[in-house]
Nanobody
Framework: QLQLVESGGGLVQPGGSLRLSCTASGYPLKYYAIGWFRQAPGKEREGVSCISSSGDSTAYIDSVKGRFTISRDNAKNTVWLQMNSLKPEDTAVYYC?????????????????WGQGTQVTVSS
């Protein structure tokens, strides 16, 4: 069974950068589209970015376009989310999830496997 583990979260000042990693085990990641989601305190979990299994196609929500970049290396079974120009409103627990197909920004229900999340806090 596919297992996902996120890492790379932490505390960063506004305007700073972080790179989150999503590492898979138990099954090759190359068969799955990957999505990054986040959940802020008191808010519903929202999709942030998705990438196709090959990495050829990506999608982002408007609030992170131009600041976040999703990428993957299937040989390393890893997907990254590079987050630049971070804002306090980016503070949340970030999750990665795997789906068996890709169609752009996808809903949570379309993902079959989830990681445990990593905390990102943007504060001065």
């Amino acid at each position: 069974q596919l297992q996902l583990v996120e890492s790379g979260g932490g505390l960063v000042q506004p305007g700073g950068s972080l790179r989150l990693s999503c590492t898979a085990s138990g099954y090759p990641l190359k068969y799955y589209a990957i999505g990054w989601f986040r959940q802020a305190p008191g808010k519903e979990r929202e999709g942030v970015s998705c990438i196709s299994s090959s990495g050829d196609s990506t999608a982002y929500i408007d609030s992170v376009k131009g600041r976040f970049t999703i990428s993957r290396d299937n040989a390393k079974n890893t997907v990254w989310l590079q987050m630049n120009s971070l804002k306090p409103e980016d503070t949340a627990v970030y999750y990665c999830a795997a789906a068996t197909y890709y169609r752009g920004m996808m809903a949570q229900l379309e993902f079959d496997y989830w990681g445990q999340g990593t905390q990102v806090t943007v504060s001065s």
